[in-house]
């Protein structure tokens, strides 16, 4: 797959992502009446309202709790406000304040807004006026929000015109993308380390309606239990010890986007159990919480593992597997595709120049050739790295065999511990054959000596025989179907 294409305007999904954020509005009015007024001016459809429930200490509460906006009644601040108001604004992740005062008082007023409050407003203005300057607020709180979470005002653009499909079997996979694409089923994606998982993911929400939304990214094996709980799900204040205030979770966050778990067969089966009431109810529960919020949000997951051999294996949940795998997709690994490593290479030099600096504007016939032999067991992650190294080592402007690893160029010889092809071992019509037809009829002979001995080893259990071989479950079977190898006769 190419790399990144970089807008060069400053994209309408940025502007149009700033109105699909999941706001939280606390409401701190005494008077039954005004508070149901506000309530329902404040419902939209990405808007969670929630009444303060203990007035008299409500500075101590809204500290602890998770909102955007607090809209207070001048009333009950009490004389201790403006002090109140810049501890408040001073705290991290501090909530904006919208004070509803009768009174005409221009001097409270200035002193309210200079403590850091957004606006001072009567609340017996027109219900209209009211609506249109609370939503003024509410569209800053989401502008303010979508900056918070890091994303760019020129995002990286992918488009499924970004994967090199000159194989066949590349092509085979990419013109399934858009249908894929275009529909909001949860989709699985499967395929060795390195082959391009999350890159995918990427295009697959960018190619969606959903392109306008936001797409959070959660690696499933990359957190202690503990903590991948609270950053799914989110927690309260006081949910468990150092939880100092709530926090939101990344579904939350994902809101009317994308959320792509990365490594889901990493997940924790008390976690798919959570997962699994997300994907049927499109609710979450925040740790240590009571309400259940409403989520609009697109799952994509990944894995490089057979999850119907976790699921037989009792690792992952057959429920989950089965309402995660409505569509399934199998990135094919780079050795199969070694049509499309000339093009990858090309683009990788291109892009790679611009970002370390280096002027170098190809490869060599020969270099380029050992890449196309080479197996490539990390894949296309660990083609971007030798050309990166190859560039940095480079000095003329092509890269040769000689800026390349030995590991590449060179073919691993067999140690005697490990056996080798004595002349006499030979089958008797081998110097009958090519060269290359005698290399892979060898290859064929070991290959499957390798995958018998390594199954009598594991007892026929596949996915340690995959981890072992350093291989994927679905590769492994795929070759024992070859060979015509069946686990249950390793048992």
């Keep these: 797959m190419t790399p990144e294409k970089i807008g060069s305007r400053i994209p309408i999904q940025f502007l149009r992502l700033v ?5 939280h509005v606390m409401i701190a009015l005494d ?3 005004l508070k149901g007024k506000i309530s329902r001016l404040l419902v939209q459809k990405d808007t969670i309202v929630e009444p303060v429930k203990n007035l008299n200490a409500f500075w101590k509460e809204i500290p602890r709790r998770t909102s955007d906006l607090l809209v207070v009644d001048r009333g009950l601040l009490g004389d201790r406000s403006l002090r109140e108001i810049q501890r408040l604004r001073e705290s991290e992740g501090a909530p904006a304040i919208v004070v509803l005062s009768e009174y005409e008082d221009d001097e409270d007023r200035l002193e309210l807004i200079a403590a850091g409050c957004e606006a001072v407003l009567n609340p017996g203005l027109s219900s209209k006026k009211l609506k249109a300057a609370i939503s003024t607020i509410l569209r800053r709180l989401r502008r303010d929000s979508v900056e918070t979470l890091s994303i760019p005002r020129r995002p990286v653009r992918t488009e499924i015109t970004d994967f090199v499909a000159r194989s066949s079997v590349m092509e085979k996979f990419v013109k399934l993308l858009p249908r894929v694409a275009r529909s909001d089923s949860s989709v699985l994606i499967l395929g060795e380390t390195g082959v391009g998982k999350e890159r995918l993911a990427h295009v697959l929400h960018a190619e969606s309606p959903r392109s306008d939304g936001p797409f959070v990214a959660v690696h499933c094996g990359a957190l202690p239990e503990s903590l991948l709980e609270s950053e799914l799900f989110g927690h309260e204040q006081g949910a468990f010890t150092g939880a100092t205030r709530a926090r939101r979770g990344c579904f939350e966050l994902a809101h009317l986007g994308t959320m792509f778990l990365d490594e889901i067969a990493e997940m924790p089966l008390h976690l798919q159990s959570k997962l699994l009431r997300v994907l049927e109810d499109r609710q979450v ?16 997951a990944a894995t490089n593992r057979d999850l119907e051999e976790e699921v037989r294996a009792k690792q992952f949940r057959r ?3 089965y309402r995660l795998n409505v569509v399934s997709l199998t990135v094919p690994p780079l050795r199969e595709r070694v049509e499309d490593i000339p093009e990858l290479v090309e683009s990788y030099i291109d892009y790679l120049g611009r970002r370390i600096g280096c002027a170098v504007s190809g490869m060599s016939k020969a270099a380029l ?13 660990e083609l971007i790295n030798v050309i990166e190294r190859a560039m940095l080592l480079c000095e003329d402007d092509m890269i040769t065999c000689d800026d390349l690893p030995k590991s590449v160029t060179e073919p691993e010889v067999a140690s005697d511990d490990e056996g080798s092809y004595e002349a006499g071992d030979w089958p008797e019509d ?9 290399r892979r009829s060898i290859s064929r002979d070991f290959e499957r000596d390798y995958l018998v001995r390594l199954l009598k080893s594991t007892k026929g259990r596949i ?3 995959a981890k072992r071989a350093g291989i994927d479950s679905r590769s492994l079977f795929d070759k024992m179907k070859e060979y015509e190898l069946k686990k249950e006769d390793f048992r």
Excluded: F, H, Q, T
Aim: glycine residues 8%; contains cysteine.
């Design 319 to 321: 429920d989950l597997y």
């Design 19 to 23: 109105s699909s954020m999941l706001l």
């Design 31 to 33: 008077e039954s009446e």
């Design 463 to 465: 996915g340690e025989a």
């Design 430 to 438: 081998l110097m009958d054959k090519p060269l290359k037809e005698a």
């Design 285 to 300: 529960r925040r740790v240590g919480g009571e309400k259940s919020i409403a989520v609009d949000i697109r799952i994509v």
């Design 369 to 381: 050739n050992a890449l196309c032999r080479y197996p490539w067991p990390g894949n296309v992650r």
